[in-house]
C-alpha cells in the first residue's frame, strides 16, 4: 500500500521544541552528552558511537516526535527477532527503539494532551511489572548471577508497556492512527517479501537470515525450508502474520478501502503467503476458522467461503509442496516411537517434554515459579508453550494476570468494533479475532516471549481510538431533572 503525499501532512507537528527555545536545558544536556560519550569512547568505541548514535536519535525525536512514532510502528515489530549486538553489543535493537524512542516520547509529552489511563494500560503495567517481580524474585532466592540479556529478559515484558503508551500519547488523530496503520502494512509487507525471497532461494538471502537472526532455523532442516523472515523461528513469523491478515481481511469485508482495494487484495494476498509457507498448522488452522467467522459476522459468509476457495488453490500451487512435506511429517508413525500415526509428532514431544521435565518443576513452586532460570531438573530449555513458560517462571498469579490482561485486549478490541469508523471497526473485529487465536496458539508456542506477535499487536493496540477506554462523561443533574419533567 502506498502512501500518499496527503497522509504525511501534519506530522512536522508537536514538536517539544515549539513551545519555548529552553536554550539553558539544551546546551547543558549537550555538554554532559559529549563528555559522556568523550569518557565511554576511552573504554570502548562501539559503546561510544552507540550513545552517540542515541543522543542523534532523541534530538530527532524532540523535533519531530509524530514521524519518531511511526519509526516506532514500522521498525519495532519487524526487527523484533535480531539477534542481540546488531548493531549495538549486546543489545537487541528493537528494545534499543523503545527504549530511546518511547522514553522520550512519554518524557516529552505535553500534559494537557494526556491520553487517559484505561483498564488495558493499567493490566499491561501490571503484567509488566509482575514478569519482573518474578524474575528478580526467582534470581535472588536461586543465587543466580544473570547475564545482560538474563537481565533484559527479566524486566522484557515491560518493553510492551512502553511501545504501546509512547504511541497512544502521540499518535492522536484519526488521520494519524490510519496513516500508522498503513505504515505497519508496509513494514509489513517488506518482510513477507523477504520470507517468499527465502522460500525460493533467492541467491544470498538464507545467508542474510542466518547472520542477522543469529538462528539455524533459517536454512531449513532435513532438505525443507519453513521461511523464517526477520525472525528466529518460522512461528514467529507466522504469528506476526496472522493479525494483519485477520485486519486486511475486514478492511476489504467492510470496504474501509475503496480506493485501495486491489493495493490491499495484492498485500493480503503476499501476506497470506507468507503466513502460510512458515508451514506453522496452529496458526494456518486458525487463520482459516477466523476467516470463516469474519465473513459470517460481516454478512459476506458466502463470498468469504468462495474466495476461500480459490485462496487455498493458489495457496496450494505456491506451497503446497511444502505443506505437504510438513504433513507427511507430522502424521507418519517412527519405527518404536510408540506414537499413533493420528497424533502430529511436535503435539507428542511436547507432551512428554512436559509430563516429564516442566509440569513436575512446576509442582514444586505453584505460586513463585523459578525466574528466568529454569531449574536443573529441566533439561530440555525451550517450555514450547506461553502457558508453561508463566507458570514455570512466576506460578499461578502470573498466569492469572495474564488472563486478566487477555480479558482486556479482547475487550478493547470488541469496543473499537462497534466504531462507526470503517477502519477502527476493521481494526477492531481484527484484533478480536486475533486475541482469540493468540489464546489458543499460546498452547503449543510461547508466541508472547519472542519476537513478532506482541510487539504488533501492542502497536496495533495503540492505534486503536482513545475513547474506548474512557467511561461516557455523566449527564449533567439538570439534564436529569428535566428529562424527568419532560415525562
Known amino acids: 500500500m502506498a502512501l500518499p503525499q496527503r497522509d504525511l501532512a501534519g506530522l512536522n507537528g508537536g514538536s517539544w521544541f515549539g513551545e519555548r527555545p529552553r536554550l539553558a536545558l539544551i546546551t547543558t544536556s549537550a555538554l554532559l552528552a559529549a563528555f559522556v560519550i568523550g569518557f565511554v569512547a576511552m573504554k570502548d568505541l562501539k559503546y561510544a558511537v552507540a550513545l552517540f548514535g542515541a543522543a542523534a536519535l532523541v534530538l530527532f525525536v524532540l523535533v519531530r516526535p509524530k514521524i519518531a512514532a511511526l519509526g516506532l510502528v514500522a521498525f519495532v515489530p519487524m526487527l523484533s527477532g535480531l539477534v542481540p549486538g546488531i548493531p549495538v553489543p549486546n ?100 518482510v513477507a517479501m523477504l520470507a517468499v525471497f527465502q522460500e525460493i532461494h533467492v541467491p544470498g538471502v538464507i545467508s542474510l537470515i542466518g547472520t542477522i537472526t543469529g538462528s539455524p532455523a533459517a536454512g531449513g532442516t532435513g532438505g525443507v525450508i519453513r521461511a523464517t523472515g526477520p525472525f528466529a523461528n518460522w512461528a514467529a513469523l507466522a504469528g506476526y502474520m496472522l493479525p494483519l491478515v485477520f485486519i486486511a481481511i475486514c478492511l476489504g469485508l467492510g470496504n474501509a478501502a475503496p480506493r485501495q482495494k486491489k493495493a490491499l487484495f495484492a498485500l493480503g494476498l503476499l501476506l497470506t503467503l507468507a503466513l502460510f509457507v512458515t508451514a506453522e498448522f496452529s496458526i494456518i488452522l486458525c487463520l482459516i476458522i477466523g476467516v470463516c467467522v469474519l465473513g459470517v459476522r460481516y454478512g459476506q459468509g458466502r463470498l468469504v467461503f468462495r474466495w476461500l476457495g480459490i485462496g487455498i488453490i493458489v495457496i496450494a500451487v505456491g506451497a503446497g509442496g511444502l505443506l505437504a512435506q510438513r504433513l507427511n511429517a507430522q502424521l507418519s508413525a517412527t519405527a518404536g516411537s510408540g506414537r499413533h500415526a493420528g497424533v502430529p509428532q511436535t503435539l507428542n514431544t511436547r507432551w512428554s517434554v512436559w509430563t516429564q521435565q516442566y509440569i513436575p518443576a512446576i509442582e514444586k513452586a505453584p505460586l513463585t515459579g523459578y525466574g528466568v532460570e529454569l531449574p536443573d531438573s529441566i533439561r530440555w530449555p525451550y517450555p514450547e508453550s506461553q502457558y508453561i513458560d508463566f507458570l514455570i517462571e512466576g506460578g499461578l498469579p502470573l498466569l492469572v494476570i495474564f488472563g486478566l490482561l487477555a480479558w482486556g485486549m479482547y475487550d478493547a478490541a470488541r469496543k473499537a468494533g462497534r466504531s462507526d469508523d470503517p477502519v477502527d471497526h476493521a481494526l477492531g473485529q481484527g484484533l478480536k479475532a486475533s486475541v482469540v487465536t493468540m489464546v489458543v496458539v499460546n498452547l503449543v508456542w510461547p508466541f508472547l516471549s519472542n519476537g513478532g506477535l506482541p510487539q504488533l499487536l501492542w502497536c496495533l493496540f495503540a492505534l486503536l481510538p482513545s475513547t474506548i477506554y474512557q467511561t461516557p462523561p455523566a449527564r449533567p443533574r439538570h439534564d436529569l431533572v428535566l428529562t424527568e419533567l419532560a415525562r
Open 91 to 190: 543489545v537487541r535493537i528493537s528494545e534499543a527503539l523503545i527504549g530511546v524512542i518511547g522514553v522520550t516520547l512519554l518524557a516529552t509529552s505535553r500534559r494537557q494532551n494526556a491520553v487517559k489511563w484505561g483498564v488495558l494500560d493499567w493490566l499491561l503495567l501490571a503484567y509488566g511489572l509482575w514478569w519482573t517481580f518474578d524474575g528478580v524474585l526467582g534470581a535472588m532466592h536461586g543465587h543466580q548471577h544473570l547475564t545482560i540479556s538474563g537481565w533484559g529478559t527479566v524486566a522484557g515484558q515491560l518493553q510492551f508497556f512502553l511501545l504501546y503508551r509512547a504511541l497512544k500519547v502521540t499518535i492522536r488523530s484519526a488521520d494519524e492512527r490510519h496513516l500508522a496503520l498503513k505504515v505497519l502494512f508496509v513494514a509489513a509487507g517488506a
